[in-house]
């Protein structure tokens, strides 16, 4: 791939020269490529970059010293994996901690990488923030920037995150074919979306509804605690009004105390390296939830559940083109601003229209003020009952989550 000098914002004399690595870590999505591919074309532009370094499965194939040259590789082949999901150098659920930091900056200054550009979540701009703070206490001149991928939408500073408008589009879709499943075959059903804290994603489909018949009638979010009443109650009256009810409700759903109701029922002892219990792979919160509206009711009724699962975070051929392009613009970004001479940092966005006229434009957010904290889903767009969400939010998402198919009515 040729280096086009004539774009570079420095002279060549005052760029860090070395080399690079990029890694991928935490839920895999539909567009976490379009960032990667977007990093190896914009560094292909910089003599200053000697080689840039893919680590397979993130922080852990930097540690294990596990490498893939992405230098000189064929633009064909590079379009065809921004288009394809899930990570292509391979993710990691490894949470760094400082013990760990220090390996993986042992490394890289083992291998003269002086650009360290990292995919993912809050815990990944932890750990870029923490790979930072060592090079500068070391005195080791190091660009560590942080470009932001998750489903969950819940990243501080930033007004959205790339992978979440393709997984909403998806989940808009799914439940608007199950909602004309449930119209066909009447009753009540229940299913689980991702979102172990926050609600983003489950809000989404919020988007499948047309009309005020259309499903989901009922929206449950972690930020808007219910019990288990109040939640048969609710079930109970759309149903006397519609003869059916359609529900989305978070994998995270919080009870009236404070504490999630997967935690409470779940039957499996398998915790992620957060410490945190299965969810996705689990149907037991739905199979829970239909239960209990089951016992609340006296007549026999057709109630089901279903768990979205996994497929809502990397389904192939269904991207959000808003989420394709803002993810790619995240990677050419994070290149810009470490060849800017800026020594750390994360891509954000900002809003800069609505509806038709939806923009946004990039800035650089301090890693400190994204690692670790999740930015929840604001109380400005629940409703006053607790089991939806308002125009307001659609307003938000619609345009991140693009076009989805036209149901047609007799």
Known sequence: MPRRRDKLSKPMSDLLKGNAVIGQSGGPTAVINQSLV?????VAQYDAIDKLLGARHGVRGIVERRFVDLNGLDASL????????CAALGSTRDKPDEKYCRRIFQVLGRHNVRYFFYIGGNDSADAARIVNEMAAESNYELRVFHIPKTIDNDLRVTDHCPGYGSAARFVAAAIMGDDRDNA????????????????????????AREDDRDGPHLIYVPESPVSREK???????VYGRLGRCLVAVSEGIMDEAGRSWAQTITETTERDSHGNIQLSGSGALGDYMANLVKAGVRQKLRIRSDTF???QRSFPGFASPTDQAEARLAGTKAVEYAM??????SVAFKRTGEGEHYGIECFRAELKDV??????LPAEYINDSGNGVNEAFRQYVAPLAGELPT????
Not at 38 to 42: D, F, G, L, T, Y
Not at 188 to 206: E, H, Q, T
Not at 371 to 376: G, H, N, V, Y
Not at 407 to 410: G, H, V, W, Y
């Open 371 to 376: 690692a670790k904290e999740i930015k929840r």
């Open 184 to 207: 066909s075959l009447p009753g009540v059903k229940v299913d689980v979306i991702m979102g172990r804290s926050a609600g983003w994603l489950a809000a989404s489909s919020m988007l």
């Open 231 to 237: 939640f048969v109650s609710d079930v109970l009256e």
């Open 407 to 410: 149901i047609a009515k007799l």
């Open 78 to 85: 590079l379009e065809k994996v921004a288009q394809t999901p």
């Open 340 to 345: 800017a001479g800026h020594v750390s940092g």
């Open 309 to 311: 699962g996994y497929l």
């Open 38 to 42: 977007a990093v190896i074309e914009a």
